[in-house]
């Protein structure tokens, strides 16, 4: 009997502390975000202070996200909701947020570009680019700002805060500087990629930018738009060739087949994979990696 009672208490004492565990953790003001890119800049700002959490699930394609009933509840009980903008979630349009939220693209400098739509009817048309968060520029000031909406939530630890985003900034700058001194020198001076995902970082550091297709992954190359990109890749003598990370590498292959240029892929960083999160990959890593790649592709000294 007294065994049973002695049992029955543990178990009643263990109860007790996971659910205060649980509790402590609840307690702290949740910041959720859309895209990878600003997950990474409030994750590191908060550090352990805040709970950050990312909508859309690490391994699914954002252009094709859409929330469920649980995302709604976890947005509507969240402290803070970041979200990029620029056209970039649609479903944002018809959510109503009772707590505060960010619309980034009200606050970076947007770039637009005139681009060809591969179809029955090809035509050039301007849309704006979403993926600024590329412009380690924007990077910055997308950084300051969820810093100031942080401090609004949590005014004590500002000082924490501050010192997490002078360190990220600074992180951002020796990436910049990294990206201008290997860039800089290049025999090549264009990429070729399924669709146009890079602008801002070929209108930063001065190289070309050759789109099978424009700003959104969906675009569906005619058969005229896949002949005159081979027909280019064999006169430019490029040697590699892109697609995206998230997006299928069937066409690249075939332009790979017909024109002998390998095929890779570069990072939009607009979301991550299960893998990429486990190992705690950030932005500044796959910046790093694509870096790498374009270095390589562009013969850069």
């Given at each position: 009997m007294k065994k049973t009672l002695l049992v029955i208490v543990l178990i009643i004492l263990v109860a007790l502390f996971y659910t205060g565990d649980e509790a402590v953790k609840n307690d702290k003001p949740t910041i959720v975000t859309?895209?990878?890119?600003?997950?990474?800049?409030?994750?590191?700002?908060?550090?352990?202070?805040?709970?950050?959490?990312?909508?859309?699930?690490?391994?699914?394609?954002?252009?094709?996200?859409?929330?469920t009933p649980k995302d709604i509840v976890t947005l509507k009980k969240s402290s803070l909701f970041i979200f990029s903008g620029a056209g970039l979630e649609p479903w944002t349009k018809n959510f109503i947020s009772t707590n505060s939220s960010i619309n980034m693209s009200k606050?970076?400098?947007?770039?637009?570009?005139?681009?060809?739509?591969?179809?029955?009817?090809?035509?050039?048309?301007?849309?704006?680019?979403?993926h600024y968060w590329l412009d380690i520029h924007n990077m910055k000031i997308a950084s300051q700002e969820i810093f100031n909406s942080l401090v609004l939530i949590d005014e004590k630890n500002r000082n924490f805060y501050e010192k997490n985003l002078k360190n990220y900034m600074k992180s951002l700058d020796e990436l910049n500087a990294t990206y201008k001194k290997s860039l800089k020198s290049c025999k090549v001076n264009k990429i070729v990629v399924n669709h146009n995902a890079f602008e801002y970082l070929a209108h930063e550091y001065n190289f070309e930018i050759i789109?099978?297709?424009?700003?959104?992954?969906?675009?569906?190359?005619s058969a005229a738009s896949m002949a005159r990109l081979i027909e280019l890749v064999k006169n430019e003598k490029i040697m590699t060739i892109f697609f995206e990370s998230f997006v299928s590498d069937k066409t690249m292959q075939t332009i790979s087949q017909e024109s002998g240029a390998k095929v890779d892929f570069l990072e939009p960083i607009a979301n991550i994979t299960p893998k990429q999160a486990k190992h705690k990959v950030t932005f500044i890593d796959l910046m790093r990696e694509n870096l790498h790649k374009l270095s390589s592709a562009m013969e850069c000294k």
């Open positions: 859309s895209t990878f890119a600003l997950y990474d800049v409030a994750s590191h700002i908060v550090g352990e202070n805040m709970n950050v959490t990312q909508i859309v699930p690490f391994g699914v394609d954002i252009h094709h996200f859409e929330p606050y970076v400098k947007l770039e637009g570009n005139e681009h060809q739509c591969s179809s029955s009817h090809e035509h050039e048309h301007k849309s704006v680019d979403p789109a099978l297709s424009g700003f959104s992954s969906d675009s569906q190359p």
